[in-house]
Every structure is written in C-alpha cells, then in structure tokens.
C-alpha cells in the first residue's frame, strides 16, 4: 500500500518497489504524461457543473475512454446544511448517470460510518489502498467484504482537503484481474490534486445555493445569486399572499419550556412549509411563530390557477395538522392550530434594510392587509380566512362569513372561508 500526505506532492506509483515524485499540482506536467481529455476538461468546462454528480461521471467516462478499467467510484462530502451531515455521488460502469444520497446529521454515530474508510480519511488517514483479490486482515474496514462479493478486485481511496481544512474523499475501483496496473493507478493519484480544486469549486457552489435556498427561499436565492443584492433593487409583482401563525403563541410561550415550544414551532413550520412547496409557493420568510409566502402571478401562471393552488395548500395543511396532532396527543406533546389568511394583490418584491444588513421580502399594503385578515381566524374560529380579492379569482367553493372590522381599515371587509372542495359558491351580493 502507497501512502502520501495530503500537504505534500502526489506520489506516482511505478512499481511495487519503487515511488517517484511528480509535479501533480502542474496541471500542464498532467497534460504531457497523463490523460490530456480529463486535465482540458478539468480546467475548462468541469467547474462550470452545478454539481458533482456530473463531474464524477466527466471525469469516470474520460478515464474509462483512456483504458482505465473503472467499476465504481464515489464522492462523499461533508456539508455545510441544517438537515444533512454528508452527501455522496456514485459512478458504476454501465450506469448512464451517476447516482446522489443524502445522509442525515446522526450518520457519524452510526456503526457503518466509524468502521469505514470515509471516517479514517476524514480524520487524517492519507490513502486508503487494498488489493480485494488478496485475503483481508481481520481488523480490516467491513465494506471491503462487500466489495470483494461484487467482484471488486482493488480499491483505492484519497482525501479532498479544501481550502477551509475540511477533509472529504473520493474512491476508485476496478473489477479487472489483477486489479489497476501502476500506470493506471499512478494517473488516479496524479490526477487527483486537479479533481480536488475543480470539486471544491463546485462543492462551494453548490452549498452557497443550497444555503441561500435553506435561509432565504428557493427565488429568493437563486435572484439574490443572478445579482439582485442593491438596496432598492426588486419589482412589483402581483402575487396570492399567504400570511399564516399559531393561535395561542403568546400563552404556549408562557406554558412550555423551552425545547417544548421550538419541537412544537418545528413541527408547524414543517406542517405549512410542506404544503407550501408542494403547490409551487415561494416561502419568503419566518416571523415569529408566523410564516410569509407568495404564489407569484404571472403569463405563465394565472391568477386563477394560483388561487386555486393556494386554496389546495391550505386544505392540505389543515388534513396535514390534524394528522400530526392525533400523533402528538398519542406522544403526549402538545397539539397546535394555525390561522392563515390569502389574498390577491401587488406586492414589491426586492430588498429592503441598511447599507450593511439587507432584507429580500415582500412590503406593501397587500401584505398588510393579508395581516389583519390572519388576525381574525381565533375570534371566527376558521383556520383559513380570504379576502374579497382572493374570492373574485377564485373558483372553488367558498362560505361567506360577513363584513368585519380590521384594524388601519377605514370600512369594515366582506371575509370568506374555504367551503367543501364540491359546494357551491355562498358569496353573497
């Protein structure tokens, strides 16, 4: 087994005997004695992928071209997300594309991750290399039995190191006799520093999208990452504004402790946040125990056919809420009800705030009126209040509930609710 450290130059591997140095970080050294497809596309087109999905299966089909008899080979990273410890890529011949996992945060726990190769990497190892045709130690990483019984005959695995320290890997395999010959083995090893910069290129950003889409909204981030960052900059849209909050938030705040009330505001958020995404609304932000979307109208899509996604998102969660609150009573945790208001209107969308901490939100009188129409769900006792706005586009079934006074509203509003999916429409005249 060869064995480098990643602070140093590669070794290439010329015989079982016998290490030679090469200037592997040199991508132009690669491009005279290597294989000069996979190092021109590394540094040209290869880091304009969005993810490494795609360029592990550039790099596998590049390598595979060059008479590199590759099997399989994957990529683990260890990101940066709220939900996920790892993500990994997986390549195996015959395959069209390569294949992505998500691994939750509690996987560093599990017996299969500390007995494995990608833990020992991360943690300093600098080469993980085993010829599978020859007999395994005893103490040796329990995957590899596994590997042997798909006809694997070696394995060789190297560490990523980005910039900020972190440690990551990547692992080839080949299922020929014999295994990889040194020349094939030496253009993994040579080629590796290349692959390591491009992939963290890449891997960065990837996790910037992820993130902006995690903290800020999936528009919100892929707008603010197309170059919308300018205090002022923004447009008005019309849009079916969905304002939505917990009743009794001030009194639970009272009555719970602390990890109680958050389990309790997750599993609401996790609730509307759910059926948001499934009808196509864009989740702007959370205030509180309250939460802001939009359903933005536009040619492509219609005021109508919004309305009637926002009316299913509503249904849905309200079905979803009192599901998970049969769950809840049978735990013992306590249940949660919600009050939502939607309406029709234009909004201005873009950012707001000081020079140095900037807001992407929607502001306006629209909005501020889908507010006080939210406020009055607990003394009508409905989940879901509409506007007179939100009715005239709207085609499904809905129960008049009268004309109510709101505050910073000079006349007192005609409010609605949702009626059955199949009723007639009660508007009144």
């Avoid at 201005?348 to 006080?372: H, Q």
């Amino acid at each position: 087994m060869v064995a480098w450290h990643a602070s140093q130059p590669r070794p290439r591997r010329d015989s079982d005997e016998r290490l030679v140095t090469v200037n592997a970080r040199n991508p132009r050294s690669l491009r005279d004695t290597s294989a000069p497809d996979a190092v021109g596309w590394l540094v040209s087109d290869a880091r304009l992928l969005p993810n490494p999905a795609p360029l592990l299966e550039g790099v596998c089909e590049r390598l595979t071209a060059r008479g590199v008899p590759l099997a399989r080979a994957s990529i683990s990273l260890f990101t940066l997300h709220p939900l996920l410890h790892a993500r990994s890529f997986r390549w195996r011949a015959g395959q069209s594309s390569a294949t992505t996992e998500v691994h939750p945060h509690g996987l560093q726990h599990l017996p299969a991750f500390a007995q494995s190769p990608f833990k020992a990497l991360r943690e300093g190892v600098p080469v993980i290399h085993r010829r599978l045709e020859q007999p395994l130690a005893p103490d040796d990483y329990p995957m590899f039995q596994g590997l042997r019984e798909e006809g694997l005959t070696e394995y060789l695995a190297l560490p990523v190191c980005f910039s900020d320290g972190s440690r990551h890997a990547v692992s080839w395999s080949t299922s020929e006799p014999g295994g990889f010959t040194d020349a094939q083995r030496a253009l993994l090893q040579e080629l590796h520093p290349l692959l390591e910069l491009v992939l963290e290129v890449i891997a960065r950003k990837d996790m910037t999208g992820v993130l902006l889409d995690t903290y800020l909204g999936r528009d919100t981030g892929r707008r603010i990452l197309q170059g919308q960052i300018r205090r002022g900059d923004g447009e008005t849209t019309s849009a079916v504004i969905c304002l939505s909050d917990l009743r009794s938030f001030t009194a639970l705040s009272d009555a719970l402790p602390r990890d109680a009330l958050l389990e309790l505001l997750n599993a609401y958020f996790e609730t509307m946040v759910s059926a948001f995404h499934a009808h196509g609304a864009e989740v702007l932000k959370f205030m509180g125990d309250a939460v802001l979307a939009i359903f933005r109208i536009d040619a492509e899509s219609p005021v109508e056919e919004r309305c009637m996604a926002a009316a299913r998102t509503m249904r849905e969660a309200v079905a979803a809420t009192a599901r998970d609150n049969a769950s809840r009573r049978e735990q013992g945790l306590t249940p949660y009800e919600f009050g939502a208001s939607l309406h029709v209107g234009d909004v201005m969308y873009g950012n707001i705030g000081a020079s140095d901490r900037l807001d992407f939100t929607v502001i306006g009188p629209a909005v501020n009126l889908a507010s006080r129409i939210a406020g009055l769900c607990a003394g009508l006792n409905e989940p879901v209040l509409l506007s007179e706005s939100f009715v005239s586009h709207y085609r499904g079934g809905v129960k008049d509930l009268g004309r109510h006074p709101l505050k910073g509203v000079p006349h007192p509003m005609r409010i609605y609710t949702l009626g059955s999916e199949s009723s007639a429409r009660t508007v009144a005249a």
